[in-house]
Each structure stands twice: as structure tokens, then as C-alpha cells.
């Protein structure tokens, strides 16, 4: 890949990154955390130190982040992390600079749960889809699912936010609360799967790659981005070139990954990526992706 083209793919990536930033940011400032709502995660587990003892949710949330951050640049690669790192950056400045002025949503809980899930949902999945995070519970799915593969990544997420939410209900002394933070979770996975993939998402996405250089793409997918893949052998109908024909059973966080590393590798690559109602396997829980 040319450098300039590197370069203005890396331009657009940090760009859409950083309005996923300013959404999620919003959400968490204006909607969830006024109405006394945490919706899971790192996020969450700052709110409600805010509500205990007045700590800035942003910088709060940067701050215990940084153990995961060693953890994931260890165990993920530095591409994965830098962009994690500074996706988590932003949101943290954004959320306690957007809570400066006095400009929040008091009202019904519900309105604040479902708009405040909408936004974060529309800013995390713009973050996910150039290849970012926002860290916390990501990372730390994503390194135990590397040394403990029958456990998911949606599994070991859905497990942390309850955990989170069952809290929430203890610190606000209201089982209403955590209730709003569920319908906020929800909300928000919906509006995930939507920016990723669309709203016609099933399960899962098969992505169907064509390329003359099998050998180096498949190294690359299962060393650098962590997916399982089939290599097919075949050849071109019309110039006879003998060609590998990989097959990857994809997460949505994991689509953008896949794409950019094959790109990088083989610019020259067809590639195709269709629904996949039921996935099953190792790496993946019994007929999902979750």
C-alpha cells in the first residue's frame, strides 16, 4: 500500500474515531451518568465512583485503564493498543470537558437509558469499526478468550456489565437503576451491530478472501489479528493463476481488522463477506458470535 493512501486511510480512521469519541462521550455526560445510570464497564464503574466520592468520571476511567493497557499491549500487539489507547484517551477528555457546562438531561430515566444507549452505541461501533476500542472490559475478554478459547468474548462482556449493573443497584440503593442500565446496554449492542454492520446483521460474517499470496495473508490472520481461517486451493477461470481461497469466521470488532490486515498484505485481494446466521466452534460460543 502507497504511503499517501496509508496515510489518508489513517486520516479518516482517527477522524471517525474521534466522533464515535464525541458520542460516547455525550451519552455518558449528558444521559446516563446525570440520571445516576451505569451502563456496564470501565464506564460504569466510574459513574458510580462519581456518585460516591465526586472523582471525575474521565480521568477516572483513563486511570484504571492503564493496567489493561500493559496487559493488552502484551497480549494483543501494538497496533490493537495504540488505537485503544487513544480512542479511551479521548472519550475520558470529552466526557469530563462535555460535563463542564450544565447542560444535562433530567428527566425520565428511560429516555435518558435509550438515548443515552443510542449514542453510545452509534460511537463505540464507529470506534470498533476502524479497528479501535475503548478498553476496560474489551481488553480483558480479549486476552483471556487468547489463553482460554472456550470462553467468548460476548460472554466474558455480558458476564462483566452484570457484574457491573448488579453493582449499580447496590450504590444508588435502587434496583430501578439497574434496571435502566440494561435497557442502556441493550440499546447500545443493537446500535453497534448497526454502524458495524448494518441493520441486516445476523450472527456472524464469513469473509471470503481471494488472493495469490495464501501462504502470507493466512500468517498474518492468525498471528496478528488471532482468527481461525481454511485455506482452499483454486485457480483464476480465466488467466488459470493458481490462487488460496481463505476462509474467516469474523466478530464484528474483528471485520475491520481482518480487512486491513489482508490489505496491507496483498492489495491485490478479492474479498468477499456475507452473513452467517450460526456459528459454532472453538472460539466461538454455540451457534453465535456472542
Known amino acids: 500500500m502507497k504511503l499517501t493512501d496509508r496515510v489518508k486511510r489513517n486520516a479518516v480512521d482517527y477522524l471517525l474515531m474521534f466522533l464515535g469519541a464525541v458520542l460516547y462521550a455525550l451519552s455518558v455526560s449528558y444521559f446516563t451518568a446525570p440520571n445516576e445510570i451505569a451502563p456496564g464497564g470501565v464506564t460504569g464503574i466510574s459513574t458510580m465512583l462519581n456518585h ?11 486511570l484504571l485503564n492503564i493496567p489493561l493497557f500493559i496487559w493488552g499491549a502484551v497480549e494483543s500487539g501494538r497496533r490493537f493498543i495504540l488505537r485503544t489507547i487513544i480512542a479511551t484517551a479521548m472519550v475520558s477528555l470529552l466526557i469530563d470537558l462535555f460535563q463542564l457546562p450544565a447542560i444535562t438531561y433530567h428527566g425520565e430515566r428511560i429516555i435518558a437509558a435509550v438515548f443515552g444507549g443510542i449514542l453510545s452505541g452509534t460511537g ?13 472490559t474489551d481488553i ?6 487468547r489463553r482460554f478459547p472456550y470462553l ?3 460472554r466474558i462482556v455480558l458476564i462483566s456489565d452484570a457484574v457491573v449493573v448488579a453493582l449499580s443497584a447496590l450504590v444508588y440503593g435502587n ?3 439497574a434496571l435502566y442500565a440494561v435497557i442502556a446496554i441493550f440499546t447500545s449492542s443493537k446500535l453497534i451491530d448497526a454502524v458495524v454492520f448494518g441493520l441486516s446483521r445476523d450472527n456472524g ?3 471470503i478472501i481471494i488472493t495469490t499470496m495464501p501462504d502470507e495473508v493466512t500468517e498474518v490472520l492468525t498471528t496478528k489479528v488471532n482468527r481461525g481461517v481454511t485455506v482452499l486451493s483454486a485457480r483464476g477461470g480465466y488467466s488459470h493463476t493458481a490462487r488460496g481461497v481463505i476462509l474467516c469466521a469474523v466478530r464484528p470488532h474483528d471485520a475491520y481488522r481482518v480487512k486491513t490486515a489482508v490489505t496491507e498484505t496483498d492489495e491485490q485481494a478479492f474479498m468477499i463477506t456475507v452473513p452467517a446466521t450460526a456459528i459454532a466452534g472453538l472460539g466461538f460460543s454455540q451457534g453465535s458470535l456472542s
Open 124 to 136: 463505540l461501533g464507529l470506534i470498533l469499526l476502524r479497528g479501535g476500542s475503548t478498553g476496560g
Open 140 to 145: 480483558i475478554a480479549r486476552n483471556l478468550n
Open 175 to 177: 434496583i430501578e437503576n
Open 152 to 154: 467468548s468474548v460476548g
Open 52 to 62: 460516591l466520592f465526586a472523582t471525575p468520571i474521565g480521568i477516572t476511567s483513563l
Open 205 to 207: 460474517k464469513l469473509m
